[in-house]
Each structure stands twice: as C-alpha cells, then as structure tokens.
C-alpha cells in the first residue's frame, strides 16, 4: 500500500526561533490529535538541527528543501546530502519549480543530486510539473515526463522505490489558482501510468504522487478524495499550525 503523505515546504520564510516555535506547536498538535498519514516538514537548511530536537520523527518526518549536487569540498555556500543527514533529516525536496527556474537546475544536476540524496540515505520528494505556458499548449504530459526521464528514470528499480513524486503545476503556485481535483487526477493517472511503463504496475502502485499548487484545508479533501493523489507537498499553508493541520485532517473525512 503506497503512503498517504502531507509535507510542507517553508520555503525562505520563518526566522530560526519562529521555525522551532512552529514545529513544536505543530508536534504538541499531532501527538493531541494522531494524524492518518505521514506528515513531513521541509525547513531551510539553518533550522534542521533544531528543529530535529524539537519534534518526535515517529510522529513529524524532517527535511530539507534543496541539497548540493557535489559530495564535498570547496563549494562555498552548499550544503551536501551528508550534511543534511547528519543533522537528523530524513527527507529532501529535489527539483522544485522554483529552483529550476531561479537557480537554473537542469535535468542532469537533478540527477546528480537525486543519486547523491539517496546515497546518503535521504527520501527524495521528486517534483515535476508544467509552466501556464506549456499547460496552455496542452504539453503537461509532455514536460512531467521529459522531468522524470531526465532525472530519476535512470535509477534501479529499487531505488525509484525510495522516490516520493510531487506534482507542482507551476501556474498554480502562490497564484490563487488551483488545479481542479479533476485536472489534479487526470495528471496525477497520467503520471502514475508512465511510472508503470518504466517499472511495472506494481511500482507504480506503491508510488505516492503529491499534489502541489495552492492546496489548502478547503479544497485538500476534495484532491485527497482522488484516486491518484495520495496527498500534498503544501507551502504557504504549511507555515501555521491550524492551516496545515487542517490539510493533515483532510485525511479523516
């Protein structure tokens, strides 16, 4: 059975006080109120140690939103794979929207720093997704399977079983908009039905695919109700306690 999973991504956003007050008040929340699925926090690199000691990881996973694509050395300012283990993490983002635009990440870095996560013992949240321009075009399908051939189609069976997939449509991001869970399912199927072509069914039936674009407690049971989405990779919700409990809780209806 594939892992229903809620993970917020905080993005450059929450001093490293306001990050560790958060996370306690989310794991006195979830330890009142067990949540039904996996939940994972995605913090900037300076609040990972802290944050580890302030959660129970049985009950809130950690991650971090980015990791170098070198193991180490003179690369000032990078943070590597093994780095971001050896403060407690578990997890961390690869190949979010905004680091393939702003910071230029291309297919092969992303692979290179895919293969170097797992090495080190990171789960890969692994995002995908298409700009309003290519979606517009009707190249969705298109552009989310160039990103997984390019990125993480290279990997062994077994390792792809380690990645966890989040659908980004770029348009949606911080805009207001949403995909309806109509699109959402369609992409998310589509998805899924390559995952099968490349590794079989039943990898692709253990496969969790998240929904990332604007996802937030309203509309978060109507996309979890969906056959193929098996939960969210949230940001701006994610930075206050009731807004992402409120998805969490989506799981319970």
Not at 106 to 121: D, M, R, S
Not at 191 to 207: F, H, L, M, N
């Amino acid at each position: 059975m594939r892992k229903k999973i809620v993970a917020g991504n905080w993005k450059m956003n929450l001093n490293l006080q306001e990050g560790v007050a958060l996370a306690k008040e989310l794991n006195e929340a979830l330890t009142a109120d067990k949540p039904n699925c996996d939940v994972v926090i995605c913090t900037p690199f300076i609040h990972l140690a802290s944050v580890a000691q302030a959660i129970d990881q049985n009950i809130i996973g950690l991650g971090a939103e980015n990791c170098a694509d070198k193991e180490k050395g003179a690369f000032t300012g990078e943070v590597s794979a093994e780095m971001v283990k050896s403060t407690g993490a578990q997890y961390v983002i690869l190949g979010h929207s905004e680091r393939r635009e702003y910071y230029k990440e291309t297919p092969e870095i992303l692979k290179e720093k895919v293969l170097l996560a797992q090495k080190n013992g990171l789960k890969v949240i692994f995002c995908i997704g298409e700009s309003l321009a290519e979606r517009e075009a009707n190249k969705q399908n298109e552009v989310v399977k160039a990103e997984l051939e390019g990125s993480v189609f290279n990997l062994a069976e077994e390792d792809f079983r380690k990645i966890i997939i989040a659908y980004e449509p770029i348009w949606a991001i911080g805009t207001g908009k949403t995909a309806t869970a109509e699109q959402a399912e369609e992409i998310h199927a589509y998805i899924r039905s390559i995952i099968a072509e490349k590794y079989g069914q039943a990898v692709a039936d253990d496969t969790s695919i998240l929904y990332g674009g604007s996802c937030k407690a309203s509309n978060a049971p109507e996309l979890f109700a969906k056959p193929d989405i098996d939960g969210g990779l949230i940001g701006g919700a994610s930075l206050k306690c009731a807004d992402f409990k409120g998805i969490i809780d989506a799981w319970k209806k």
